[in-house]
């Protein structure tokens, strides 16, 4: 939708509710689906709509709300509802926001998620072509119970909208329900919520309240409803949060379908909004694909599978991976049962096999990592080949070292890098070779000795550790129990 002078449109979005019925620290608005947070789907639809102005209501937990707010929409303006309680109270502070302000007001909802651009700007449409002074987004639904209900006339046109709470038994019965969502032309609007009292069973004062006032002095108030009733749906406990990431999900696993990607099982499948997925990628069962993810073409992910915020290249098979932050080139096999953790780079056409761990490792193109292994804080040459159970000691109790294996080396089973260490292109090592230093470029590095037990070295190197502790308890307690078999002796 595009803005003109004529038709500049404003957007509020109401989000100081304390959401009591989510049973939860954390406020109503903050909490997640499909990657992004309830009030970041709205502010990321209402910016769809090129709007002139975005402004933010908030109260409960401020400061954690408006923090998301500005991460979300850096553009929106955020204010603060004072102690009188009430949707009319936190648009007219909005108002006050948004000064000489003479377009339409679109108000939404930060708990209102799966509400999409389209279905705004048809409202916004319909308003303006209506040449209404309110526009009222409404649903219809089998079990109108806790909404607000739109009262019409004999000729069908808005005459009210009721609450729950004040509702008579009549209009109860209506299954016509508001859906929190209206445009309003700013001019009337700002007339009319002064006049809005707080003589209600919340004593709130009551937004639903205006259309009943502008109706009073002759003014058109019009009602679009929604074709989509459980996307107007707002979330206002754990059980509708659950059905609100349902809907997007599906939403969105069938959006990748028609793109081109295969969705074996979409029961089983959750992608996130922001994930991106090329044509041809094969996402198979039980798998989870999250925040900002992205797949290129050929790829196969899955089954049991979940990648957090990595990027995988053309061609890659990931089976049974959990991935975080991860890069993972073309043609790469990954998995089972691998963990690819933050700061993994693997190369174009990487082998990472079964039971291996990797952080903050970049392995080069055709490497080979097969099974049982742990790579942290390492470079891995290209074509290089690490035998099973090999593993980077990159932590010395104190500080976290570097180890760097060249082009094409080799090393044996149950291989032990004691970092800092380097191994030259096209070195090897023995089977349960300790390497502790340096092995030259071809050269094969052995550690065939016999085992040496440095008594008292923990106290000694690492005192006041609650493993020098263990060590002195144990060693007076063997102490105490040689004293004991003297004395039977």
Not at 156 to 173: H, M, N, P, T, Y
Not at 199 to 212: H, I, P, S
Not at 287 to 315: F, K, W, Y
Request: hydrophobic share 45%; proline share 3%; aromatic share 2%.
């Amino acid at each position: 939708m595009t803005t003109t002078a004529s038709s500049a449109l404003a957007v509020v979005v109401l989000a100081a509710g304390q959401g009591t019925r989510m049973k939860s620290s954390l406020p109503k608005v903050l909490h997640p689906i499909g990657g992004r947070t309830l009030i970041g789907h709205v502010l990321t639809t209402a910016h769809a709509l090129t709007p002139e102005r975005v402004v933010v209501v908030v109260r409960h937990e401020r400061d954690l709300v408006a923090a998301a707010v500005t991460d979300a929409a850096p553009e929106a303006v955020v204010v603060d509802q004072d102690e009188i309680a009430g949707t009319g109270r936190a648009v007219q502070v909005a108002l006050d926001a948004l000064g000489d302000f003479a377009g339409d007001v679109l108000v939404l909802s930060g708990d209102v998620p799966l509400l999409e651009a389209d279905t705004l700007a048809s409202l916004v449409e319909a308003h303006r072509t209506g040449d209404a002074a309110a526009t009222v987004l409404s649903a219809g639904v089998d079990d109108a119970t806790g909404y607000g209900r739109v009262i019409r006339d004999a000729d069908g046109r808005v005459l009210r909208i009721v609450e729950q709470k004040d509702a008579s038994a009549a209009e109860a019965a209506v299954t016509e329900i508001n859906a929190g969502v209206y445009v309003f032309r700013a001019g009337e609007l700002r007339t009319q919520l002064p006049l809005v009292g707080t003589e209600n069973a919340q004593g709130e004062m009551y937004l639903t309240d205006v259309v009943g006032l502008l109706r009073g002095v002759g003014a058109v108030v019009a009602a679009a409803q929604a074709p989509d009733a459980a996307a107007a749906l707002g979330v206002n406990d754990r059980v509708q949060l659950a059905e609100a990431a349902r809907i997007l999900n599906a939403r969105t696993v069938r959006r990748h379908q028609l793109a081109g990607v295969t969705v074996v099982d979409p029961a089983t499948t959750y992608i996130d909004t922001d994930v991106t997925l090329a044509p041809d990628v094969t996402i198979l069962p039980n798998t989870h694909l999250l925040r900002a993810t992205t797949v290129q073409s050929g790829a196969v992910i899955g089954p049991d599978t979940s990648l957090t915020d990595c990027e995988v290249g053309a061609g890659a098979v990931l089976r049974r991976v959990d991935g975080n932050l991860a890069v993972v080139g073309a043609g790469v096999s990954v998995g089972p049962f691998t963990h690819l953790r933050p700061g993994t780079v693997l190369g174009d056409d990487v082998k990472v096999g079964s039971f291996v761990e990797t952080k903050n490792a970049q392995v080069a193109a055709g490497a080979k990592l097969p099974h049982f292994i742990y790579v942290g804080d390492a470079e891995v040459g290209e074509a290089a080949n690490l035998g099973a159970g090999t593993i980077t000691a990159n932590y010395d109790d104190v500080n976290k070292h570097r180890t760097i294996i060249g082009a094409e080396a080799h090393t044996g089973a149950h291989t032990v890098l004691v970092a800092p260490v380097r191994i030259g292109d096209g070195a090897k090592t023995g089977a349960g070779a300790v390497i502790r230093k340096d092995v030259a470029a071809g050269a094969l590095a052995l550690s065939v000795a016999p085992q040496r037990n440095l008594e008292g070295w923990v106290e000694k190197n690492r005192p006041g550790t609650g493993a020098a502790r263990a060590a002195a308890q144990a060693r007076s307690a063997q102490k105490a129990d040689d004293g004991a078999q003297e004395e039977d002796h």
